[in-house]
């Protein structure tokens, strides 16, 4: 168990939905990362927030946003969903900017 | 950009059959080369970190070293426990950098 809570574990929506994915990060972590896992490109990097504020900023598309709040918990926000954005969601924690990454157990979503 | 880029996709090695699993990056200034671990429905799992040319970490029959350009991860008489996607992570140096990952060696051994 890597400390790292990821809810829900499934989440099954329709194109044109809004979903919220939600992450707990490592208790004392202040850094948390959110990341895309599809079956042809691996692992892409989304977004990462230190501490509350916005840090770096991968490929994330303009439908998605997210936030971490002052319990330092965070929410990947996914709206107008479309058939391609079915993919697991990993949300990931460090103490610092160090890149050794505690992963969570992801969020399979399925958009139909 | 960084780029990450593993090589085999994918490798099938018997019991007790030594090999290696190939990583090259391109990264403006390397702050460290991390080698993770993915079981099949799982998050990725921290293996080693490597920070300069010439290092060497080991764990169980698990050996990571790292050039200028590629690391490299050597499995010694692997047993099928070590079935998973091994994958290879990069961060710059500088501020809050994002790890950029490449996309896995899948490795099977069989009994």
């Known amino acids: 168990d890597s400390g790292v809570t990821q809810t829900p574990k499934h989440l099954i929506t329709a194109t044109g939905q809004r979903v919220t994915l939600r992450c707990s990060p490592r208790?004392?972590?202040?850094?948390v990362y959110w990341y895309q896992q599809s079956l042809d490109q691996g692992l892409q990097f989304l977004i990462q927030?230190?501490?509350?504020?916005?840090?770096a900023k991968g490929n994330i598309l303009e439908r998605f946003s997210a936030q971490q709040f002052p319990d330092l918990h965070s929410e990947l926000n996914l709206s107008s969903l479309e058939l391609g954005d079915s993919a697991l969601y990993f949300c990931?924690?460090?103490?610092?900017?160090?890149?050794?990454?505690?992963f969570g157990s992801g969020t399979q979503l399925s958009v139909l | 950009e960084d780029q990450v880029t593993q090589s085999p996709e994918a490798l099938r090695l018997q019991e007790g059959e030594s090999s290696s699993l190939n990583c090259s990056y391109t990264?403006?200034?390397?702050?460290?080369l991390f080698w993770y671990r993915q079981d099949p429905g799982k998050g990725p799992e921290f293996l080693f970190t490597?920070?300069?040319a010439g290092e060497e970490k080991e764990k169980e029959r698990l050996k990571a070293t790292l050039t200028k350009k590629e690391s490299f991860l050597h499995i010694t008489a692997p047993k099928p426990e070590d079935s998973a996607t091994y994958l290879c992570?990069?961060?710059?140096?500088?501020?809050?950098?994002?790890?950029?990952f490449g996309t896995g060696t899948k490795l099977q051994v069989i009994p």
């Open positions: 990931a924690s460090t103490p610092g900017q160090d890149g050794k990454l505690f």
């Open positions: 208790s004392g972590d202040l850094s």
């Open positions: 927030y230190y501490n509350g504020e916005e840090r």
């Open positions: 990264v403006s200034g390397l702050r460290g």
């Open positions: 490597l920070y300069s």
């Open positions: 992570a990069v961060q710059a140096v500088g501020g809050y950098q994002k790890v950029t």
